[in-house]
């Protein structure tokens, strides 16, 4: 099975629960049936936000800086500079 199958099963596998339970096709408590389960699909929006900005805030956090690789990056910069500079572009 592909990750996108997997993918795909999951979640026509948790649509089809929550539908059931939206639905009233399973015995639930009245309060959680008409407080909770019409809200669910929003929290979850709002928990997997919060979820890919702590992970993007983590790995900015955990960023590496590499001295070699910015000297190298100048240095492409001024030889392009050159390059330009001979085909009569001006660069500031």
């Known amino acids: 099975m592909t990750r996108a199958q997997q993918t795909l099963s ?3 596998l948790l649509s089809s629960i929550y539908m059931v339970a939206f639905l ?3 015995p639930l408590p009245e309060k959680l049936q008409t407080d909770v389960i019409p809200v669910l699909p929003f929290w ?3 928990t997997f936000g ?3 900005l702590a992970k993007l805030g983590y790995g900015v956090l955990t960023f590496n800086d590499v001295p070699q690789a910015h000297q190298e990056l100048v240095k492409q910069i001024e030889q392009a500079r050159v390059e330009l500079k001979k ?3 001006e660069v500031n």
Do not use: E, M
Request: net charge positive; hydrophobic share 65%; aromatic share 6%.
């Open 50 to 52: 919060a979820y890919l």
């Open 44 to 46: 979850a929006i709002v």
């Open 87 to 89: 085909k009569g572009v």
């Open 24 to 26: 009233g096709l399973a």
């Open 10 to 12: 999951i979640g026509l």
